[in-house]
């Protein structure tokens, strides 16, 4: 039993560091702009599509598909910031309901291109389990998990050390007096939106290498990402590796222990205890005053 | 009526109301004076319900006041105007006070209304949007008669006076005197001008640093060395 | 003035209630349509007035639907309920199921809409869980049909419309109540000055929670309604997105402040997509919904059709 219990955590870690890719970029775009990119899913089911049409159609390593996935999905996140910045009031609910319309018809043109079949990566050594002693998992979600590793602590130290990192801290706790040193909101804001298109290729072509996909995951994944950042509080990225892995070991315990149909259950009543509970998140800080 | 009882409001470190002992009987009208961030207004919230003391009492009228929750307060009979006024958006200024008295008293007594609008020179912008398009002394003027028209026992005048120019400030300052007349209810009131308070009040409060270091007449308290080194910082009296 | 209100009013309801049969009972699709959108219209009507009055938007009105579809169908399957004041108990039970939701009101915008979104999916996935109560994935079936009043079968086509629409105008009516009170105004001003109108008096969060229940059994009701009319019940149907989408696209373009807004929007959204999108695009036809969505709340966030009328308004007082 207590086997299974740690095959559980181990999956759920490895799983985690995707869904701390994820949940990164859509923190990010809202730790700039306050709001919530509900499309954001389907940005990283967008990269998995591609990854998954470079192999079937090109027979390639899905890992080569990343530059054309990137090109795209951050192309697409850059009209998403487009949208929003047209905006011109309400811009917290009204992002909320344009960004669902995004998600919509982004859900559905990957529908209407790919069809609604399921797909995975048929690419052997991906598929090739790598074992730990006792504990079993495949080649693609150890090495996926080692490069979101990498990511997250790029993203880390870019933000904490370069001009435009601090740069985006800065309009994200007072744009008014970022202004007045000189910062260009909006090209912060752009770069958020772009690097957290860069993540969600990154977990896109994660999820097609180790997972399956299928149109209506979108949704999903964007939901995930939110119960993370949630979990996580604001300003704290160790705060959203830690909350992914807490969502993935979760699912992977409650997989195990009932039944796969429950993990989504737990998921969102992990969401709904932070909320309501711990509004700080698990890890964040108190919101700083400007 | 209003009674405290060693009130004590702090915020994290900062102690902002410091053992407050106070009475206010049922048609006084005392002031409230104090230099900046005395914590007047912290008492005010104290009392009309936005802020919870970390100790201390108050009952009004033998009732426990920190057990009623923010929205009976007004039913209670504590009304409230607030310094930077605050008016209830999209609705008229007749439907501010239509929705004061519904809720603050239980009925509507349109005779009351018209009364009120009246008496704070309001009736000609009766119809006008309330957080649109008035002018500042106009929206002062409703935030007392927001007040009053929840049928207060008490009323809470949070620096009614403040930024209005000289002769505003003349007719408002006939307003106040009248409204005691007119509605025989007990006022506590906050200001910063000592003609005023000297004026209006037949009592006064003086709080520093949250502490309420003299409360007498306007002459005795205007004149004790303690309160003239509050706000002057002197030495010497 | 308030003479001719009557008269439009008088002449609407026989448009609608003996015209509209008339000329439509024959065709059978073109009816389904009509009750379809009508029932999509009182959704509309449920969101727009917890938006409006109650200052929430909300992404979780499936859950409500759901929730009613479910009570109905099992007080009249398995209790043997009449059909109609179990549609009533449906309604009842979705304002139940709501107030799981009440500890959401104190949160801010994004965060309730979210959060009642995540409330959705947790009913829907207990639907599918509770397999003993509510025959999970596969659903129920042989749910009763709507019966027959006063000798007129309302499981018929024409007859559900009936049905439909009498309980969609019965919401305009209390929407419109609601709307003109003193609870109206109090919900008005509540939403950019809660703290103006508690300190005299009013208790905001009780009037926020009241808005939540009044929304949850309009849309409760709905799905009671439509579980009867079409006979068929599983969760994924039930709770399905599309009860929340549809409705949200339809109230924005129909002008989500009016009350008749969203109404009209989710008779014209739901007709032109049924009718012509899905002909254009069989399989993912929504995304045009998403586009128009899209280009709505950058363009008039407020409703497309209000700002239709202003121009038109516009340009016939010119010409005046």
């Known amino acids: 039993m207590s086997e299974l219990i740690l095959q559980s955590l181990y999956s759920g870690l490895l799983a985690g560091g995707s869904y701390a890719l994820i949940a990164l970029g859509l923190a990010l775009v809202f730790g700039t702009m306050k709001i919530i990119n509900l499309a954001h899913g389907e940005l990283v089911l967008l990269a998995a599509y591609i990854a998954y049409m470079a192999e079937s159609m090109l027979k390639i390593n899905p890992l080569l598909a990343i530059p054309l996935a990137l090109i795209v999905v951050c192309l697409a996140s850059v009209i998403v910031y487009f949208l929003v910045s047209k905006i011109v009031k309400d811009r917290e609910l009204n992002s909320l309901l344009l960004t669902y319309g995004v998600g919509i018809v982004l859900t559905n043109a990957i529908l209407l291109i790919w069809k609604s079949d399921i797909h995975s990566t048929s690419n052997e050594w991906f598929q090739q389990s790598l074992v730990l002693g006792s504990l079993y998992s495949m080649n693609s979600e150890v090495t996926f998990f080692v490069v979101s590793l990498v990511l997250i602590v790029l993203v880390w130290l870019w933000l904490s050390k370069s001009w435009y990192g601090r740069a985006v801290r800065a309009v994200a706790s007072n744009r008014d007096a970022a202004k007045l040193m000189g910062i260009n909101p909006r090209w912060t804001e752009l770069i958020s939106f772009v690097l957290s298109g860069v993540l969600a290729t990154f977990a896109g072509v994660a999820l097609y290498s180790y997972g399956v996909i299928q149109p209506e995951l979108g949704s999903a994944l964007t939901v995930k990402a939110f119960i993370i950042t949630v979990l996580a509080g604001a300003g704290s990225i160790p705060g959203v590796l830690l909350g992914a892995v807490l969502l993935g070991v979760v699912e992977a315990l409650t997989t195990t222990m009932f039944s796969s149909a429950l993990q989504e259950l737990t998921g969102m009543l992990l969401f709904l205890l932070v909320l309501f509970v711990l509004p700080n998140g698990l890890f964040g800080a108190n919101r700083r005053r400007g | 009526m209003l009674r405290l009882e060693d009130v004590t409001i702090k915020f994290g470190g900062l102690t902002a109301v410091n053992g407050v002992n106070m009475n206010i009987a049922s048609d006084e009208v005392v002031g409230l004076v104090g230099p900046n961030g005395a914590g007047k207004t912290t008492l005010f919230n104290s009392i009309s319900g936005l802020v919870r003391p970390t100790s201390g009492k108050i009952i009004f009228d033998s009732v426990d006041v920190l057990k009623t929750p923010l929205h009976r307060r007004a039913r209670l009979g504590i009304g409230r105007s607030f310094q930077i006024p605050q008016p209830m958006h999209e609705l008229t200024v007749r439907e501010n006070l239509l929705v004061a008295q519904r809720f603050g008293t239980g009925k509507i007594d349109l005779e009351k209304i018209d009364e009120i609008l009246d008496f704070l020179e309001l009736a000609n912008k009766a119809g006008r949007n309330a957080a649109t398009e008035l002018a500042l002394t106009e929206l002062k003027a409703l935030e007392v008669a927001k007040a009053l028209a929840t049928a207060p026992k008490l009323l809470l005048l949070d620096e009614v006076l403040a930024g209005i120019e000289t002769t505003g400030k003349r007719r408002f300052m006939k307003m106040l005197m009248n409204l005691h007349k007119q509605y025989r209810i007990g006022i506590l009131i906050i200001e910063h001008d000592i003609d005023t308070i000297s004026q209006l009040c037949s009592r006064v409060c003086v709080l520093n640093f949250g502490q309420l270091i003299a409360d007498g007449t306007p002459d005795q308290v205007f004149s004790d060395p303690q309160v003239i080194k509050s706000y002057t910082g002197d030495q010497h009296a | ?320």
């Open chain 3, 1 to 320: 003035m308030k003479q001719y209100r009557w008269m439009y009013l008088a002449v609407a309801a026989v448009v609608l209630y003996v015209l509209v049969p008339l000329l439509l009972g024959g065709n059978l699709y073109l009816m389904s349509l009509v009750v379809a959108s009508l029932t999509i219209g009182g959704i509309a009507l449920a969101w727009a007035l917890l938006g409006n009055l109650g200052g929430m938007v909300s992404f979780g009105q499936a859950a409500f639907f759901g929730v009613g579809s479910y009570v109905s169908a099992l007080l009249t399957l398995k209790f043997g309920l009449p059909v109609l004041p179990a549609m009533l108990l449906g309604g009842v039970g979705a304002s139940l199921a709501s107030l799981a939701m009440l500890p959401a009101l104190r949160l801010k915008g994004p965060y309730f809409a979210l959060a009642i979104l995540a409330y959705a999916q947790i009913f829907r996935i207990l639907a599918m869980e509770f397999r003993g109560v509510t025959g999970g994935a596969g659903g129920l079936s042989g749910i009763p049909q709507l019966p027959t009043v006063f000798g007129f079968d309302l499981s018929a086509k024409v007859g559900g419309y009936l049905v439909i629409l009498s309980i969609v105008v019965v919401f305009l009516w209390i929407y419109y109540l609601i709307r003109k009170s003193y609870y109206g105004l109090a919900l008005k001003a509540m939403h950019e000055s809660e703290d103006a109108t508690r300190v005299v008096g009013v208790n905001s969060t009780l009037l926020k929670a009241m808005m939540l229940l009044v929304s949850a059994f309009m849309t409760g009701m709905v799905g009671a309604f439509n579980t009867h009319y079409i006979n068929f019940l599983e969760p994924d149907y039930a709770f399905g997105s599309s009860w929340t989408v549809i409705p949200i696209i339809a109230a924005i373009f129909g002008g989500y402040r009016t009350i008749f807004g969203p109404l009209a929007g989710a008779v014209a959204i739901y007709m032109i997509d049924q009718l012509i999108f899905k002909n254009l695009i069989p399989n993912g036809h929504q995304i045009i919904l998403g586009v128009l969505l899209v280009l709505m709340i950058i363009f008039c966030p407020s409703g497309l059709v209000p700002v239709l009328v202003e121009k038109f308004k516009g340009k016939t007082h010119a010409e005046a």
